[in-house]
C-alpha cells in the first residue's frame, strides 16, 4: 500500500490553521536564505504557500552571497527582536565561507522550529526535546500512518544514512520505541544482508534507487526520506517500482515524506507560537 503523505499533511495543516486561528495574534516564521539555489527556492517556496494557507505570516529574508559570518549572526540576532516572531530558518546548505554550526547556535532555541541548535540537539538526544528536526517527525509520522508505530519494540529496522536531518535522529526515535535499529549506508558491505532482514526500511541517503527490490523481504515497510536531483525532477533512494510489489506500506517520491517535513516544520512553529501566546496572555494579567 502506497502511504499517501500530501494527504496526511493536509490533515495535519487543517488543524494546525485551527489551532492558529485560536491565537490573539499573527505569527511569523521568517525564512533566511543566503545567494541563489533554485532548489531551495522550490522548497521556500512550498514552505510560504504552506504557511500563508493556515494563517502564518511568512516572511523571506534574502541575502547576498558575498555576506560575512559576522553580518549573518548580526541580522538573526535583529530579527530576532520581533515579538511576533514564531520560527527563524537558515536555510542550508549556506556559502563555504559561513560555519554553518555557528549561525545555528545563533537562534535562540526556542525560535529553532528546524531543531538544529546545539541546545535542542542535545535535548532531543537527552529524551526531552524542544523541537524534533522536521524530516524526522515526518518519518515517524508517517510510520505511524502504516500502523506498525506501537509494534517498534524488537523489531528489526534499518535506517540508511546517518546525517544530522534524518538518519541520525531517526535511528534515534526508533530506538527509543524498543526497535533494533542497524545504521549503514551506501557504502556498507554488509547493506544487502541487512536490509534483507529488515522489517522496516527508512532510507534517507540521498542516492538515487540505491535500495532496490532484490535487497528487501516481503511485506517489509519503507519509508523514503531521500531526495535528489535526477533527469530534471527529484526522486528518492528508493526503486520503486521493484520494492513496492514487496512492500506492505511504501512512500513515493514526490508526495511522501516531503509533504509531511513541512507540515512538521509548521507544527513546531504552532508549538512556539502558543508558548508566545501563553508569554503575552501573563503579561497581560500582570498590566491588570
Do not use: W
Not at 32 to 47: A, F, H, Q
Not at 107 to 130: C, F, K, M, W
Not at 140 to 154: R, S
Not at 249 to 255: H, K
Amino acid at each position: 500500500m502506497i502511504i499517501d503523505g500530501r494527504k496526511r499533511a493536509s490533515e495535519i495543516l487543517n488543524s494546525l490553521q485551527n489551532e492558529i486561528a485560536s491565537l490573539s495574534f499573527r505569527p511569523k516564521l521568517v525564512d533566511v536564505v543566503v545567494g541563489n539555489n533554485p532548489v531551495t527556492e522550490s522548497y521556500v517556496g512550498i514552505k510560504q504557500r504552506r504557511s500563508v494557507e493556515i494563517g502564518l505570516e511568512f516572511v523571506t529574508e534574502r541575502l547576498p552571497e558575498s555576506i560575512s559570518q559576522e553580518e549573518l549572526i548580526e541580522k538573526i540576532i535583529l530579527l530576532q527582536r520581533d515579538p511576533h516572531l514564531a520560527g527563524l530558518l537558515v536555510q542550508l546548505p549556506l556559502p563555504k565561507n559561513i560555519d554553518s554550526e555557528s549561525i545555528m547556535n545563533a537562534i535562540n532555541p526556542a525560535l529553532d522550529v528546524d531543531g538544529l541548535t546545539e541546545i535542542n540537539t542535545q535535548a532531543l538526544y537527552s529524551g526531552t526535546p524542544n523541537y524534533v528536526p522536521a524530516t524526522a517527525a515526518a518519518v515517524i509520522e508517517l510510520i505511524e500512518a502504516a500502523g506498525i508505530y506501537e509494534q517498534l519494540n524488537g523489531m528489526k529496522a534499518v535506517v540508511i544514512g546517518n546525517g544530522s536531518l534524518v538518519g541520525k535522529p531517526v535511528a534515534f526515535l526508533l530506538k527509543s520505541k524498543g526497535a533494533e535499529v542497524t545504521v549503514v549506508n551506501r557504502s556498507s558491505g554488509d547493506i544487502f544482508e541487512v536490509c534483507k532482514a529488515a522489517k522496516l526500511i527508512v532510507s534517507g541517503a540521498g542516492s538515487p534507487n540505491l535500495l532496490t527490490g532484490d535487497m528487501v523481504s516481503d511485506g517489509v515497510v519503507v519509508i523514503d526520506a531521500g531526495t535528489a536531483e535526477s533527469n530534471g525532477g527529484i526522486t528518492g533512494d528508493v526503486d520503486f517500482s521493484s520494492v513496492a510489489p514487496k512492500a506492505s506500506f511504501i512512500t513515493p517520491v514526490p508526495g511522501g515524506v516531503g509533504p509531511v517535513t513541512v507540515a512538521m516544520l509548521l507544527r513546531n512553529t504552532v508549538i512556539s507560537a502558543k508558548s508566545i501566546e501563553t508569554k503575552l496572555s501573563a503579561e497581560t494579567r500582570a498590566d491588570l
